[in-house]
């Protein structure tokens, strides 16, 4: 009997010391530092450098293999460098971190010429590993290099391969003749019917009936107010405005009577630091009076087939993002509760969606606007039928999601990583002819869809229908500049007829105490 417990003593204590062999020998993860790009240029491309650094962390990073140092340490070291980084600073600065390979490059922008040379060294070698080099007219060459530089690391050093967001392949032309047909249907009239400019950045609107007097409304937001404006005599004048209380973070509005009193409530969406802080606004007669407050729901008006329009929420998790299905919202005392839930694929969320019957049939399809800005349609059994083999929306306004911050595998003091709110997307039948549009913007980035800092330099709107195949533009407007935030056909001028209203940014609010914002009105009749 002894024997035998000292002989499985034994068998234990050697599978002990393999195991401890086998833990001591497991490869410890690379460390890697990621410098601040030296900025060359006439103007502040902080944002640029930030989203740089950012762009290649989320990038390189990889669980148990990258450890991608947390930038606030990065830059406290690096602090201790005057000048420009080069070579040999940033070997010294590696050391100084512990980090096995350091990533360093500048950026020189010269009037419209760009050019970025990046490098990745290895510490104890003192060797250039992989380096990347575009020059190009404009920014529109620095992101793809950036990507590039990325899969070259990737693959060439850390032997991974990185597949990247498939992409649908651009639709092909149809004839010219066809093509230059539509375009001269759908461009519209050369010039705006009205223009009226705002110095703070706005981040949503919509149109309605607020007081019940058969006249519509604008309704726009910036970050903490709501801004009501009717029109007279030719322009738009400020009718009330209401400021937020509590440090709010308003991102979203609609517009609508989903009540039934005749009188539309705005239902306005807000973040606080991790939570959901929403609220809704009524005229009582006197004034806009607060509802309902202190919601935990993002919230959203849409139009759902069979119930017209319909008001959806969808939680958020603590400083986190969206969180589970999005609902068909009920009133309940002084709030309001799940009816139950939206059928969406999986990427969908309260903001990025709308449901249509597009060939009559009774087939429901989804559109919506997926985490990377890709258009996809989707039919009612989820199978994805089309996706977009270009950019569109492009918003301005974000959540921090602290769940993302940095590499997420080693504590940072960032606050998160930027989660930018989908674009406005909506349904209307423009034409009359039974089929109804996807309205939605296509803004136009100088650094493409940047990591957590975003210039789009101009934007249009475009009314797309489906032709069985794909998701094709019948009309768009004309081309603005800045980024369209906000957009809604109705008769905002209350003449009877049609307009295209836009709300668009044309500076933002991180160009410091500088945004500006305005409104353009289209006659579509």
Not at 381 to 386: D, M, N, P, T, V
Request: charged letters at 25%; glycine letters at 10%; aromatic letters at 10%.
């Amino acid at each position: 009997m002894r024997r035998r417990v000292t002989i499985l003593l034994s068998i234990l204590m050697f599978g002990l010391a393999l195991l401890q062999t086998g833990t001591s020998l497991a490869k410890k993860p690379k460390k890697l530092a990621i410098l601040p790009f030296t900025m060359n240029a006439d103007r502040d491309l902080t944002f640029l450098q930030e989203g740089i650094m950012d762009m290649l962390s989320s990038r390189l990073a990889w669980k148990g293999r990258v450890e991608v140092i947390e930038k606030g340490k990065v830059k406290k070291i690096v602090a201790d460098f005057p000048g420009p980084l080069d070579k040999e600073k940033a070997l010294e600065i590696g050391k100084l971190l512990g980090a096995d390979y350091v990533v360093l490059g500048s950026l020189t922008v010269f009037g419209q010429s760009v050019s970025m040379d990046a490098k990745i060294l290895d510490v104890s070698k003192s060797d250039a590993l992989v380096t990347a080099f575009d020059q190009s007219e404009g920014m529109d060459g620095v992101i793809p290099t950036i990507n590039q530089f990325a899969q070259d690391i990737n693959a060439r050093i850390m032997g991974r391969r990185v597949r990247e967001p498939a992409r649908a392949a651009a639709p092909k032309k149809a004839e010219e003749g066809a093509l230059i047909s539509v375009e001269r249907d759908f461009e519209g009239p050369a010039k705006p019917s009205y223009v009226q400019r705002f110095k703070f950045e706005i981040t949503g609107l919509d149109v309605g009936d607020l007081d019940g007097d058969g006249k519509n409304e604008i309704v726009f937001i910036d970050k903490d107010t709501v801004y009501v404006y009717k029109w007279r005599k030719g322009t738009f004048f400020q009718f009330m405005t209401v400021k937020g209380s509590w440090s709010p973070n308003y991102i979203y509005v609609s517009v609508a009577d989903l009540d039934g009193n005749g009188r539309a409530e705005i239902y306005v969406s807000s973040l606080g630091n991790q939570d959901v802080s929403s609220v809704v606004l009524e005229w009582d007669g006197n004034k806009l009076k607060k509802i309902a407050g202190w919601l935990k729901w993002l919230m959203r008006v849409v139009d759902l087939p069979g119930k017209g329009k319909t008001l959806v929420g969808q939680e958020r998790a603590t400083a986190g993002t969206y969180m589970g299905d999005v609902h068909v919202l009920k009133r309940k005392g002084n709030g309001f509760s799940s009816a139950g839930p939206v059928k969406l694929p999986r990427v969908g969320n309260v903001f990025n969606f709308v449901l249509a019957d597009f060939d009559g049939k009774g087939d429901i399809y989804t559109t919506l606007l997926d985490p990377y800005e890709y258009l996809r349609v989707y039919d009612q059994k989820g199978e994805e039928l089309w996706k977009s083999g270009e950019y569109f929306g492009g918003s301005l306004a974000y959540m921090l999601d602290a769940e993302q911050v940095g590499t997420g595998d080693i504590p940072m003091a960032d606050p998160g990583r930027r989660v930018f709110i989908p674009s406005p997307v909506f349904l209307i039948d423009l034409d009359k002819d039974g089929r109804q549009e996807v309205v939605i913007c296509q803004n136009h980035s100088k650094t493409q869809r940047l990591s957590d800092m975003r210039w789009f330099s101009s934007g249009k709107i475009h009314f797309m229908t489906w032709d069985g195949v794909s998701l094709i533009s019948r009309w768009t407007s004309r081309k603005l500049s800045g980024a369209a935030v906000g957009y809604k056909v109705d008769d905002v001028d209350n003449d009877g007829s049609l307009e295209l209203v836009v709300a668009s940014v044309t500076k933002e609010s991180y160009f410091l105490g500088m945004p500006r914002s305005r409104i353009v009105v289209y006659d579509l009749e």
